[in-house]
């Protein structure tokens, strides 16, 4: 296993939370395969290292548009103050994929399949987040799927 610290808790030096937290990476390889999980992350060229070649990568994803929805239809985009909202967006744009960033950093590092999980909430009980893959498909020509708990690859 090889590990690398990510971009989750990328708090600036000034911030009382610098240094505090870290987050990391894994790659675990195989005789036969080799798989990266991202965990919480944000572009980051560490993670892009340790992903180089793998034959799988567990990406956790993050449509923001999608989840300032989910809150504002819930009340809680409104209960935050506008230096709050400011706060929150930049950590879910710096420190969380995007689909586009899922999808180029899975070309940049060569992987061959992509798995997504740790998914936005919705509020259908029954979403499939397909369209989560369909996103990523924009910056990735190969194999995504999206992580149904249980679920084998």
């Known amino acids: 296993m090889t590990a690398a610290e990510n971009t989750h808790f990328n708090f600036p030096p000034s911030s009382p939370a610098y240094g505090k937290y870290k987050s990391y990476s894994y790659r675990f390889d195989t005789p036969g395969k ?3 999980f991202t965990g919480d992350t944000g572009p980051s ?3 892009l290292k340790l ?3 793998a034959d799988v990568l567990v990406s956790e994803i993050d449509d923001v548009d999608e989840l300032v929805d989910v809150y504002k239809k819930n009340g809680t985009w409104a209960a935050k103050t506008p230096e709050e909202q400011r706060d929150w967006l930049r950590h879910q744009n710096e420190e969380h994929l995007s689909p586009q960033a899922v999808g180029e950093l899975a070309t940049k590092a060569g992987v061959r399949f992509v ?3 740790h998914l936005v909430p919705s509020a259908d009980p029954n979403d499939s987040y397909e369209r989560l893959a369909v996103k990523v498909r924009r910056f990735y020509s190969g194999d995504v799927r999206v992580a149904k708990d249980l679920e084998r690859f």
Request: aromatic letters at 0%.
């Open 51 to 53: 992903a180089k070649g």
């Open 45 to 47: 060229d560490a993670v």
């Open 34 to 36: 080799s798989v990266v």
């Open 115 to 117: 798995i997504l999980t």
